[in-house]
């Protein structure tokens, strides 16, 4: 691979650029973004060139419903083309429906932090790389990604789009909703807390732009959500009805993972 262009040089696609120049060290990159972000970008040596270039690859970094607009411009007769986007099963569907040399992409790393002044070359180092590839991709191309993720450090699984839905959606998107929700009810008094919560309430920092897409795509979200809530309100009735044995043995269930 000699060149790809990354649509998104924020925290994520500069981290993947990155990477990729780590691994690659003559690799042409070019970023597409806004002027303001490309011109940081190039600053920081993430990107070779701004504009969308002819390219082997075609990584599109940004957020959900704006990847599901650019798929619009691309057909089959464009480059490889993957996504690294937090939700599979919409961008998939579509990349399907387009009849895309498509792979989906999911990294399990970020920060609360965004822009490209965020992106690190280690960020993706021994994160799980979720891959979803579509019937329109041959298996070799498959093959080839996950050595290409290898090689930038990560660990990539291959997985359905709808697994990886109902998976995220438990590990990475109901824990944003539970750091929010209490940030918000105890942001009267976290002047006063200690290190506990502040690393319980760090995801709060992350902005919602990037999560708006995220829930409206996120098919299993509202599930996950319920079940929390029913877990909670058993931790509540034991505790009111003085079954604390029930508590502690939640807490040696937490402590043992």
């Known amino acids: 691979m000699r060149s790809v262009t990354i649509y998104g040089t924020g925290l994520i696609g500069g981290s993947f650029a990155l990477a990729l120049k780590r691994a690659f060290p003559a690799i042409r990159i070019a970023g597409v973004d806004k002027p303001e972000v490309l011109a940081r970008a190039e600053r920081l040596n993430i990107i070779d060139a701004a504009g969308p270039e002819r390219a082997d690859l075609i990584v599109l970094a940004a957020p959900v419903g704006n990847i599901l607009q650019l798929l619009d411009q691309f057909s089959a007769d464009d480059p490889l083309i993957m996504d690294v986007g937090s939700t599979k099963a919409a961008i998939c569907a579509k990349a399907e429906q387009r009849e895309l040399r498509f792979v989906g992409g999911h990294p399990m790393a970020g920060l609360e932090q965004s822009g490209p002044e965020a992106a690190s070359a280690d960020l993706l180092d021994d994160a799980p790389f979720f891959l979803c590839p579509v019937r329109s991709t041959p298996d070799a191309v498959v093959e080839g990604i996950q050595d290409m993720i290898r090689a930038i450090g990560a660990l990539p699984h291959v997985i359905s789009p709808e697994d990886h839905d109902r998976l995220v959606a438990e590990i990475s998107h109901l824990p944003q909703i539970i750091s929010s929700l209490l940030a918000d009810h ?61 508590i502690e043995r939640l807490f040696r269930r937490g402590d043992s993972e």
């Open 186 to 246: 105890t942001a009267r008094h976290k002047n006063f807390a200690g290190p506990g919560l502040r690393s319980m309430t760090r995801l709060a920092g992350s902005p919602f732009h990037v999560w708006r897409d995220i829930f409206e795509t996120s098919g299993f979200l509202p599930r996950e959500l319920q079940s929390f809530i029913q877990r909670l309100q058993q931790v509540l009735d034991s505790m009111q009805a003085g079954k604390l044995d029930q």
